[in-house]
C-alpha cells in the first residue's frame, strides 16, 4: 500500500456491493474474495500500517433472495481461528472485520422502503 498511510492512526475500509457466500462482485461483476481485500492492509503487504486499528465493514446485497435481514459473525485477527492460519499480532494488529447483509425490498411509487404505515 502507498505512503500515505505513514501519518494515520486508523485505517476504515467501507465496502458496499453485491455478493454470494463469501464472494463479492465489483463494478464488472467480476467475483473476488472478500479476505484477499482484507489481506491487502496486513502488516506483510502494508508495514505503514503495522500496530494501526484496521477496519472493514462490508454492507453486502445477497444475489439469492434471504428469509429476513442477517448479521454475520464479526472476526478479529486475534480470535483462535485466526491465530490457527498463523496470522498474529502486531503483523495483524487490530484488524476487525464486519459484514452485514440486508434483505432487498422493492418500492413501490415515491414510497420509501422503510414508509410501513
Known amino acids: 500500500a502507498g505512503q500515505g498511510f505513514a501519518n494515520v492512526n486508523c485505517f476504515i475500509c467501507f465496502v458496499a456491493g453485491s455478493a454470494k457466500g463469501d464472494y463479492l462482485y465489483d463494478s464488472q461483476n467480476k467475483k473476488f474474495y472478500k479476505q484477499d481485500l482484507v489481506e491487502q492492509f496486513v502488516g506483510i503487504n502494508c508495514p505503514l500500517l503495522v500496530g ?16 429476513k435481514f442477517s448479521l454475520l459473525p464479526c472476526v478479529s485477527a486475534d480470535s483462535p481461528d485466526t491465530l490457527t492460519r498463523g496470522n498474529f499480532i502486531p503483523v495483524h494488529a487490530d484488524i476487525l472485520e464486519i459484514t452485514i447483509t440486508v434483505k432487498v425490498k422493492i418500492i413501490d411509487g415515491p414510497k420509501l422502503a422503510l414508509d410501513e404505515r
Do not use: A, E
Open 52 to 67: 494501526k486499528p484496521k477496519i472493514f465493514i462490508f454492507l453486502l446485497f445477497p444475489q439469492k433472495k434471504t428469509s
